[in-house]
């Protein structure tokens, strides 16, 4: 089984499921897992490859988080890498979005607050709320998201990991992602 | 709108595993308030509609002290939200209401909502009020552990003289009484 290559076994119990239905279509699921379910979902697991090189670093690693230097290979898994330390959820910035390979969105969104995302308040918000969940519980999250957003549908998992500074403060938030399904364009996104 | 169309039995889920889940639709608060002329929602849109002028979506709190004001002491289903701090769980809860399923959380933080489901749920609709500045309507399903709720919100969204959404005044509307979810009660679910 190659690293690309995911299995999504479907029998998994979520601990808790949001299903939020906007305007024109748009919805959001999340289901949201506990981490000890993540070798359910991932045959060759790139997510639990990154999951266990967080586990390593202990978190107590001062600016231990460098996967670009560790594990090159595993980078197009980490999906965004964003700042938590301001209190108000949207005004969490992007550091690092990655580049969709089947839409090329991505990188337009880095350095830009969630409060940016007009078009996709909900989903900003939600994010936000999220990423401020793991900051204040210092432990990772698991969802599986399953959207249509102003035209683009998206399945995916995505786990969160938290990352401290030296003091202690969690700064910021990493999340590994994998694809269910290929990203689609169904509409034409503003 | 269509509702009642779909049932799904209320016990569906094995009760030996916690069950937490919440179907939110928004609906257009046009449509939505042309159905609700009768309820305290409606009573509380006019209200909001005649209370001053306009920020965006939001109105001024001071127009609506100015244009009488607003008695909440004989509403049911009002509540009144203090969002001015950036942290959605610093929000404060001014007035609860006094009916429904958390009439004890008025003057606390939404922090000390003990369901984490439900503080997650309201700390997202009210940040979304809050950076929309404008009404928002929704139908709200949601089961949590023993219980499921079925209920229509109104948010409507007043600021400070600098312009800043400072409060959130809102009403719910039971639309099914609390349901144990070992009840063999059918659930109705709306379908749009």
């Known amino acids: ?190 | 709108m269509r509702l009642g169309l779909h049932h799904r039995q209320a016990n569906n889920f094995s009760t030996s595993a916690r069950r937490e889940e919440e179907v939110r639709f928004s609906l257009d608060i046009n449509v939505a308030f042309g159905q609700e002329s009768m309820t305290e929602l409606g009573r509380l849109f006019h209200i909001w509609q005649r209370s001053g002028r306009s920020v965006g979506g939001a109105r001024y709190w001071k127009d609506l002290q100015q244009n009488g004001g607003m008695a909440l002491e004989g509403w049911l289903y009002a509540s009144l939200i203090d969002v001015a701090l950036d942290d959605p769980y610093n929000f404060f809860v001014t007035r609860h209401a006094r009916r429904g399923v958390f009439p004890n959380y008025e003057r606390r933080f939404l922090r000390e909502i003990k369901s984490d489901m439900n503080l997650d749920s309201i700390a997202m609709e009210y940040t979304l009020a809050k950076e929309r500045a404008a009404p928002q309507y929704d139908e709200i399903h949601q089961w949590s552990g023993n219980d499921s709720r079925h209920y229509a919100r109104a948010i409507f969204p007043f600021c400070d003289v600098a312009g800043k959404v400072k409060y959130l005044l809102f009403a719910t509307r039971p639309i099914t009484d609390v349901v144990p979810l070992n009840s063999s009660l059918q659930v109705p679910v709306l379908l749009r």
């Open chain 1, 1 to 190: 089984m190659s690293d690309e290559e995911t299995v999504f076994l479907g029998k998994v119990r979520p601990v808790r499921t949001t299903r939020r239905h906007g305007f024109g279509g748009d919805f959001q699921y999340e289901e949201e897992y506990s981490v000890s379910d993540l070798p359910k979902f991932i045959g060759s697991r790139p997510v639990e490859r990154i999951f266990h090189y967080w586990k390593e670093l202990d978190v107590s690693a001062p600016s231990g988080w460098n996967l670009r230097d560790h594990i090159p290979a595993l980078l197009d898994h980490v999906g965004t890498t964003a700042d938590v330390t301001e209190d108000d959820p949207l005004a969490t910035k992007i550091i690092r979005h990655n580049t969709c390979p089947d839409t090329g969105y991505g990188p337009q969104w880095d350095g830009m607050p969630l409060r940016a995302y007009t078009d996709w308040l909900d989903h900003a918000v939600s994010c936000g709320l999220t990423y401020r969940r793991c900051k204040a519980s210092r432990e990772p999250l698991l969802h599986r998201i399953t959207q249509s957003v102003q035209g683009l549908e998206r399945d995916y998992l995505r786990l969160i990991l938290p990352e401290q500074e030296e003091g202690g403060e969690i700064v910021r938030i990493h999340c590994a992602t994998i694809r269910l399904k290929a990203n689609r364009l169904i509409g034409r996104p503003k």
